[in-house]
């Protein structure tokens, strides 16, 4: 069973950075992208950034030219970047894994971050 730990969130001020962790254990090979997705309160659940297993990254909107993803595979742990951080980036962080293109099939519980002064 596939199961992912996040870490790294908390307050920061605008401006400032954060780095987000993702540690996965029962990683199988059937997994092809592991990512970051974040809920604001009163919002959908939206893309931040993914990573295919060939090092493909596609990022949403909001997180280009801000937020660099990436893996470790030896520690099989994925990270998410974060700078220049704004308030409306103030989120639940959550991680996933997806063994197709059809959608996320694994999350973890999340981490959230707060970017207020």
């Known amino acids: 069973q596939v199961q992912l730990v996040e870490s790294g969130g908390g307050l920061v001020q605008p401006g400032g950075s954060l780095r987000l962790s993702c540690a996965a254990s029962g990683i199988s090979f059937s997994i092809k992208a592991m990512g970051w997705y974040r809920q604001a309160p009163g919002k959908q659940r939206e893309l931040v950034a993914e990573?295919?297993?060939?090092?493909?990254?596609k990022y949403g909107d909001s997180a280009k030219g801000r937020f660099t993803i990436s893996r470790d595979n030896a520690k099989n742990t994925v990270y998410l970047q974060m700078n220049n951080l704004k308030p409306e980036d103030t989120a639940v962080y959550y991680c996933s894994a997806r063994r197709s293109p059809l959608g996320v099939d694994y999350w973890g519980k999340g981490t959230l971050v707060t970017v207020s002064i």
């Open positions: 990573i295919i297993t060939d090092g493909t990254t």
